[in-house]
């Protein structure tokens, strides 16, 4: 990217300040570093003088992108300083993203560690207890041996008596079980039945569902013929009243115009209303 003459020169003033800085700071830091001491001055010095070498970095490069905005006006020196910065922190990145699978490894080594350390105790423990109990079922191996002679002859008869009680259960067993097969025949008969009937009402539900649907289909039907008639009906009444309706006004049209006719004398009336009026006064003048 090319600047202007006058931006290429302000921006290398502003470089050049920025290097002097640098190189001051990077004095200071050298002075800094030559002072330290104790038990922290090793470290301290070591940051310090990474700190005055990045200084130094800085500041050639500032040199660098000084010269060139003086000469070509652009500072395309930045872009691989900027490439290698960004390298380096995805190097970083991927430094402490192994350090830490490292460290997650290592935490589950020494959790399996543990853990293995754990099982070997459990294990010696177990190994203890099974030696006890190995001496303890020889003790007590021994003990049954001189019980199962005296407890033999009482075990034979106790297993002939437990015999004869067994064949009693078995015959009560077999009967009660005859006995639970007659109620099972039973009740399949009970049910087998109950079910026929079950089936006849279902039936004549379903032969009474028809009946009714039939008879509701007629009912709708009859009721919308007789809803036409209504309505037929009632289409004839309103052109009959209207009829009528017509029929009275006319008469009162009429009747009215007659009592006008009569009142003003109008038409053949008018004549009519003359002649009276001459009889009147020709019956006047003979009086």
């Not at 004095?27 to 001491?37: D, E, F, I, Q």
Request: proline share 1%.
């Amino acid at each position: 990217m090319s600047l202007s003459r006058s931006q290429s020169l302000r921006t290398a003033a502003v470089v050049e300040d920025c290097s002097l800085q640098l190189d001051i700071l990077g004095h200071s830091l050298h002075v800094k570093a030559s002072r330290p001491r104790g038990t922290s001055a090793a470290q301290e010095r070591r940051r310090l003088t990474v700190l005055r070498r990045e200084c130094q970095r800085m500041s050639e490069l500032m040199s660098e992108m000084h010269l060139e905005l003086q000469e070509k006006q652009t500072f395309s020196c930045l872009q691989p300083v900027v490439e290698e910065e960004e390298q380096k922190k995805k190097e970083e990145e991927m430094k402490r993203e192994l350090e830490d699978e490292l460290g997650r490894r290592g935490q589950a080594l020494k959790r399996q560690k543990d853990e293995l350390q754990h099982m070997c105790e459990e294990l010696r423990e177990r190994t203890s207890l099974c030696s006890h109990l190995k001496s303890e079922l020889m003790r007590q191996k021994s003990k049954l041996d001189g019980k199962k002679t005296a407890e033999q002859s009482s075990t034979e008869q106790k297993v002939q008596q437990t015999q004869r009680e067994t064949c009693q259960a078995e015959t009560l067993l077999r009967d009660e079980l005859k006995e639970l097969q007659q109620k099972k025949q039973q009740l399949q008969r009970r049910s087998e039945q109950m079910l026929q009937e079950k089936k006849e009402q279902l039936e004549d539900v379903c032969r009474e569902r028809t009946s009714n649907l039939d008879r509701l289909t007629e009912m709708r039907t009859k009721f919308q013929e007789m809803e036409q008639v209504v309505l037929e009906d009632r289409e004839e009444q309103e052109k009959e009243r209207l009829l009528q309706a017509e029929a009275r006004a006319a008469t009162k049209l009429q009747a009215w115009w007659r009592g006008c006719t009569v009142r003003r004398g109008l038409g053949s009336l008018k004549e009519a209303h003359g002649r009276k009026k001459r009889q009147k006064a020709a019956k006047k003048k003979k009086k």
